[in-house]
Structure formats: structure tokens, C-alpha cells
């Protein structure tokens, strides 16, 4: 079992950066890669960024060089720095962690970019 906790969401102004924060307890080590997905208002879920455990990174290209995923293996958390946001950023993003079986959702942060 993996617990996963996420933070950080908000409102931010266009242009505006956020952080967001996913710390994962419990069976960490079985985890082989971790990512943010969202869903924007009536919109399917989508990839955000990933980062596996080897430190290879995936991004949406919508993000591309505004966002970045890093993780800090000594506080088991994985962080999306958000740059350069724009209103279409606007969503609930979930804290995914990638494992065999199945995968591992956090609750989900609100994050709404508006003037």
C-alpha cells in the first residue's frame, strides 16, 4: 500500500507560478516511476509530467518548459514546479505513483490560474 499526499494548489494569476507537493508513505520502495496528471472542468484526465526512479522525465507538451517534476528521495516527495501559468492551466491535478500491480492516486489539489 502507498499513501500519497499532495499540497500546494491554488489560485495564481496568469503568468503566476505554483508549487505542488506529493509526499508518499508506505511501501515507497516497490514505486518504479512518480507523475501529476489533471482534469480540467469536463475534461478527461491527462499526463502532466513523470518522472521515473532512474530520473527519466516525460512532460505534456502543453507544459513544456514551464513545468518541471523533480523529486527529493530523502523527504519521499515528488514536486511540480508550475511556471508561466495560463487560465487552460486550471484543473485538479492528482499525484500518481506508478507500481506492479496497479497504480496509486493522491486526493487531488485544485489548481484554478484566472485574473
Known amino acids: 500500500q502507498v499513501r500519497l499526499v499532495e499540497s500546494g494548489g491554488g489560485l495564481a494569476q496568469p503568468g503566476g507560478s505554483l508549487r505542488l507537493s506529493c509526499a508518499a508513505s508506505?511501501?515507497?520502495?516497490?514505486?518504479?516511476?512518480m507523475g501529476w496528471y489533471r482534469q480540467p472542468p469536463g475534461k478527461q484526465r491527462e499526463l502532466v509530467a513523470a518522472?521515473?526512479?532512474?530520473?527519466?522525465?516525460n512532460y505534456a507538451e502543453s507544459v513544456k518548459g514551464r513545468f518541471t517534476i523533480s523529486r527529493d528521495n530523502a523527504k519521499n516527495t515528488v514536486y511540480l514546479q508550475m511556471n508561466s501559468l495560463k487560465p487552460e492551466d486550471t484543473a485538479v491535478y492528482y499525484c500518481n505513483a506508478k507500481m506492479i500491480p496497479h497504480d496509486y492516486w493522491g486526493q487531488g489539489t485544485q489548481v484554478t490560474v484566472s485574473s
Open positions: 508506505g511501501s515507497i520502495s516497490s514505486i518504479y516511476a
Open positions: 518522472r521515473t526512479s532512474g530520473g527519466v522525465t
